[in-house]
């Protein structure tokens, strides 16, 4: 192993900065050369490489979003994109890459090692729904920003004895809406796992908690659930509160990470050059029970993961007046 690549792909999400950084200057320091690959897969495919060296990454472990960039790309889901993205490698003298991104970047990960490139995963994407890890970076910093952003919309809520919705990213996953539901103390909380869709008991417990004396009342929905501006119209309709939608959207991709994310982002950088320093390929790293472990890619995407049971049945007895 001489040079490695590093590319971002998929979602942007807080800490890819950190871990780009680990990853260059851990490679630095075993004496590897490093390139980075701009906009993902899709760069790979138009050559855009870069030369990267201790300093190209000094002054970004504070920033947001990715220097790199990130981008999807359909044409590397075809075996002659995968082809040339090989032979691309194998012109800038690139032994090893490292994928930092969500399930997707890595299916492409295992591709390009079919293609006889070590790849090794990084588990990157703010919405925890990678199975082989307790994990993902950028997952910290959205919920701390989404959570801020909704303890200041349950100020007006309150004020104004509101019903709030409050929509946060997840489309297929419920994580970041279990986490702010608990830690901004909604009282209903939608997540796309076990949502059944029946409207009528969430009207049905809006009134009865106000005749109970609450007078305001937040609602955290994950985006896949449906559009939370109707629901907000339909809510208002059936109970003679007024409902407001609040969608949430980017900003929770975007700002200076944790700690949290710097750390695991630091370490899982450094942790994915060890692996392909000592000849380990097509592997994604995870993080389980306080250590930093790999696996194999096909595994590791064959693996399932469930939104927590206690922790859905907390956020419901804490929600009760
Ligand atoms: P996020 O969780 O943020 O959506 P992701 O990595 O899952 O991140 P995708 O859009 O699914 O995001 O994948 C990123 C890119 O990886 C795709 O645009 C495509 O280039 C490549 N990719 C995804 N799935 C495959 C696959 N099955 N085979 C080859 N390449 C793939």
Known sequence: ???????????????????????????ISKGKKVKGIKRGYEGLLQSEIIDMDARTVADIIQKGGTILQTARCPEF?????????????REHGIDGIVVIGGDGSFA?????????????????????????????????TAIN??????????DTSYSHERVSIIEVM????????????????????LLPETYDYDEQKLINNIIEKRKKGK????????????HSTSMAKRIEAATGVETRATILGYMQRGGSPTCTDRVHASMMGAYAVDLLCNGKSNRV?????????????TEALAMKKDIPEYQCQISKALALL
Request: charged fraction near 20%.
């Open 1 to 27: 192993m001489d040079t490695i690549g590093v590319l971002t792909s998929g979602g942007d999400a807080p800490g890819m900065n950190a871990a780009i950084r680990a990853v260059v200057r851990q490679a």
């Open 77 to 89: 889901r075809t075996i002659e994109g995968q082809e040339k993205a090989a032979k691309i490698c």
């Open 108 to 140: 492409g990960a295992k591709c390009l090692a079919d293609q006889g490139i070590n790849t090794i995963g990084i588990p990157g994407t703010i919405d925890l729904d990678i199975a082989c890890t307790e994990y993902t970076i950028g997952f910290d």
């Open 145 to 154: 920003t989404a959570m801020e952003a909704i303890d200041k919309v349950r």
């Open 170 to 189: 997840g489309r297929n996953a419920g994580y970041i809406a279990l986490w702010c539901g608990i830690a901004n103390g909604a009282e209903d909380i």
């Open 215 to 226: 007078t305001h009342h937040i609602i955290i929905n994950a985006e896949g659930i449906g």
């Open 285 to 297: 790293v995870g993080y389980k029970g306080d250590e930093y472990v790999d696996f194999d890619i």
